[in-house]
């Protein structure tokens, strides 16, 4: 028989930080868990299981999923909901769940993208795979250039109206119909709470097309994704070659054509700089994440509970000073 999970009753005394959300009343942990890998039906679920016990015992109270997140499509919600039922109903309250809706997830003309009619049904989609009533936060997963971008943001008040989402998010979107996207939302009363981009040591986006200053300036909160480049910024491929359980090894979205000698050179000289603070790589470039302008969280994948208890470290790290 399954063993019963009761969650550590020091979990909020692990060391975990909590971060206000741009000007809302929402804090996030300074570490969010994503489920976009190592939570889907491939994946195994005794595994799965044991990384979220361990992030919620350690103070991790935001998991970020998506309606596509697998493979295959909708598993890591099906897994999201296998949990609730097993383990974590009681916590409900004590957990900040977000979902999204923008990329492909069913054929046929509405099941991709921005219309008010594919982000309305996935999002019921979404509940019932997770096994819960409302969802913490719902997104826009991406720009939709050919949707209005008034449908888009209006089924995002409407979804908040019909009590499916306490709050909404954008991400991916650019800067100029964030803008728009922001006033909209304000004045519709369901102000935006979240912006969710990548931003990591090799990928400074947000900071360059004002995103960033944005989020600051308009009181947004401002959550990374993919904050160690799905894993470069680890000790994983440090030796030049590629794990064979590694993320890079099953070749879909990192490709081992990105390990140039430049990109091993840039990561070498990362990891000698994380030493010298007596750090891993992961955990410095986490931190250098965390200390950006308008950043709540880091919002980072992980394969193994190992993996987490590296990352946590972040927490505590001195800023990073950098001459470029
Ligand atoms: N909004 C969007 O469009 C969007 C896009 C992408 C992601 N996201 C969100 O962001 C979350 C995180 O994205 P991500 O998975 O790309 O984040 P990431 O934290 O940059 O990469 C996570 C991967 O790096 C490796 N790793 C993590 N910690 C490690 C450590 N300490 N030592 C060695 N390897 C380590 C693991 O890969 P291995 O499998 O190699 O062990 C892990 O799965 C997703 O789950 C999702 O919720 C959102």
Known sequence: ?????????????NGMKYERC?????????????FWHNFGSVDPYERSRE????????????????????????????????????????????????????????????????????????????LKRMKIDYVDLFYSHRYDLETPLEETLQALVDIVRQGKALYVGISN????????????????DVPLLIYQGRLNMLDRKPMETGILDFCAEKGVGFIAFSPLAQGLLTSRYLGGD??????????????????????????????AKAKER???????????????????SVLIGASSTKQLEDNLRCINSAPILEKE
Request: charged share 25%; glycine share 8%.
């Open 51 to 126: 990384i979220t016990h361990y992030a919620f015992d350690h103070g991790i109270t935001h998991f970020d999923l998506a309606n596509n997140y697998g493979p295959i499509y909708g598993s890591a919600e099906e897994t999201m909901g296998r949990l609730m039922d097993e383990d974590f109903r009681p916590y409900r309250d004590e957990l900040f769940i977000s979902s999204k809706a923008g990329y492909d997830m069913w054929p046929g003309p509405y099941g991709n993208w921005g219309s008010r009619k594919y982000l309305m049904a996935s999002l019921d989609q979404s």
């Open 1 to 13: 028989m399954k063993e019963s999970y009761f969650a550590d009753s020091t979990r909020y005394e």
């Open 242 to 271: 590629v794990p064979a359980d590694s993320r890079m090894a099953r070749g879909k979205f990192l490709k081992s054509a990105m390990l140039t000698p430049e990109m091993l050179g840039k990561l070498r000289n990362y990891d």
């Open 173 to 188: 979107w650019p800067l100029e119909p964030l803008k728009i996207g922001y006033d909209y939302l304000k004045a519709h």
């Open 22 to 34: 741009g000007r809302s009343g929402v804090l996030l942990p300074k570490v969010s868990l994503g």
């Open 278 to 296: 007596g750090e891993t790589l992961a955990q410095m470039a986490l931190a250098w994440v965390l200390q950006q302008k308008a950043v709540t």
